[in-house]
């Protein structure tokens, strides 16, 4: 009686929730039913795609004929215009026969041409709920968690932006879904230590850098990861380099083709330029007074203007100036000086692709230079940025349980010796505190976690509810050994 009261209890907290999120899904499209404009990032993806359909060239630029560039990663544009091409009122179409260019801001010119666009982030937002609930059912059998990790995925408000113009084409749902699916692949993997499932998760490690570059600095950590993995599971060594060395040519193979073709026309053996302008930001963010440094806490909660207690607070227990410098419009602020600070004049370069090339190397240089400045404050400002990335919902507290209950199960996963488990929450561990490392951690770079994180909060939610040693999280690490 005790243990169906407590499950009662944490299925009603659940529903709660749900409800919660359903309301914050409705306040999201009602905020952005009026964004209809094509800007910054979004804008550069627009262009990378109707480039590569109307003309195959990998390029930003909205003139004709369009000049090849690296200032973003290829693999959601080449998706894009993949699927669109085969739209016959989008094939072939240049980014002037779509769109009305108004200086730094694009419009659709017909209401039509936007359909096949919001279908798409559709398609993309079930297939992160179906992919979710289904390892959730997997993992612990349970319908009534299966279906509420489909819902709370589905009514997610961070994709539901991604059904406006505003950010049709942003990679966030693409990165996400490739996220998700790496990191379960990583647990089949681990799970099953082959060489081909080592092989395949290694090629989507490759995807998933040629949609953020980033996440190629997760190659050497989890080649560490593997081989450690292999010999705890008592793997033999020579077996153990072999599925080790699977892994690394699977990434090689889907990454190394773009790297050389910048390499030949950037002279830049990288994924991207734009990395140097993120650190060369963290380090301005490292010059916090003590007064910003916990408004910073405040400041960061929930994300939104719209999170009106954690502002009451802000207001109640700070000065306007404590927060100044932490927003990111304020042209003094630190953010704007990151930005400045690592332009291509402060750089002394010109303007053209190589050039920015050779720009995003100094700033690279310089921004790594400036973490090494001051380290233990770097490591102080850490905390905050941890706490800024844990806001992944409009709601701070919602936010920060799920990071709690994912955690939990992290920690439960290694003390139970539950490798396969623990494989699964490793690209997510890796990612949160990687950003909160090396980058001001806005929310857009935890938007790829939150799949993971409902699934470890409907594992853990489940465990406690069921009281079954059947299910959740004792017998987890055997759940595919069951098929």
């Not at 994709?159 to 089949?188: C, E, G, M, V």
């Not at 594992?459 to 987890?476: P, T």
Request: charged letters at 15%; proline letters at 4%; glycine letters at 6%.
């Amino acid at each position: 009686m005790k243990a169906l009261s407590s499950g009662l209890i944490i299925k009603t907290i659940v529903a709660a929730a749900l409800f919660m999120q359903l309301g914050l899904c409705a306040l999201s499209h009602y905020s952005w039913r009026n964004d209809n404009e094509v800007a910054t990032d979004n804008k550069s993806y627009a262009c990378y795609t109707f480039n590569l359909m109307s003309a195959g060239v990998f390029s930003h630029e909205t003139e004709s004929p369009p000049a090849a560039s690296m200032r973003r990663a290829p693999a959601y544009p080449v998706y894009l215009a993949m699927v669109m091409s085969l739209v016959p009122g989008l094939r072939g179409q240049s980014i002037n026969d779509i769109f009305i260019v108004d200086g730094e801001m694009m419009y659709f010119r017909r209401k039509a041409d936007m359909i096949p666009f919001f279908i798409n982030s559709l398609v993309l937002i079930i297939a992160l709920a179906a992919l979710s609930a289904g390892v959730v059912w997997k993992l612990c059998e349970s319908r009534y968690y299966t279906v509420a990790a489909f819902l709370f995925v589905l009514l997610e408000p961070s994709w539901h932006r991604h059904l406006h113009p505003t950010a049709f084409f942003r990679n966030d749902l693409f990165a996400t879904l490739l996220f998700t699916i790496f990191s379960l692949l990583l647990y089949k993997a681990v799970n099953r230590p082959r060489f081909l499932p080592f092989l395949v998760a290694g090629m989507f490690l490759g995807l998933l850098a040629l949609t953020r570059a980033v996440f190629l600095y997760f190659l050497p950590p989890l080649l560490v990861f593997i081989f450690i993995q292999m010999l705890l599971v008592r793997i033999p060594i020579k077996r153990n380099i072999t599925i080790t060395l699977f892994f690394l040519a699977g990434c090689c193979i889907v990454v190394m083709p773009w790297m050389f073709r910048n390499a030949r026309l950037f002279d830049y053996m990288k994924i991207r330029t734009g990395g140097g302008t993120v650190l060369g930001i963290r380090a301005n963010y490292n010059m916090m007074t003590t007064k910003e440094y916990f408004a910073s806490f405040l400041y960061w909660s929930g994300n939104t203007e719209r999170a009106y207690f954690s502002r009451f607070l802000l207001h109640t227990m700070f000065d306007e100036k404590d927060y100044a410098m932490l927003r990111r419009d304020n042209p003094d602020g630190y953010y704007q000086r990151g930005m400045a600070g690592f332009s291509l004049e402060k750089q002394g370069v010109e303007g053209d692709e190589k050039d920015e090339a050779l720009c995003d190397e100094k700033q690279i240089g310089g921004g790594v230079g400036s973490l090494l400045t001051h380290p233990f404050r770097h490591l102080l400002v850490t905390v905050p940025m941890m706490w800024r990335g844990m806001q992944v919902s409009k709601v701070p507290l919602f936010g920060v349980a799920l990071f709690c209950l994912f955690f939990l199960l992290a920690a439960a996963a290694v003390l139970r010796r539950q490798w396969a488990l623990f494989a699964l929450l490793v690209p997510a561990i890796f990612s949160f505190f990687m950003h909160s490392l090396l980058t001001h951690n806005i929310t857009r770079y935890s938007m790829p976690v939150i799949p993971v994180l409902f699934i470890a909060a409907m594992i853990v939610l489940c465990q406690w509810s069921e009281k079954n040693k059947d299910r959740g999280v004792d017998n987890i690490s055997d759940s595919f050994r069951r098929d």
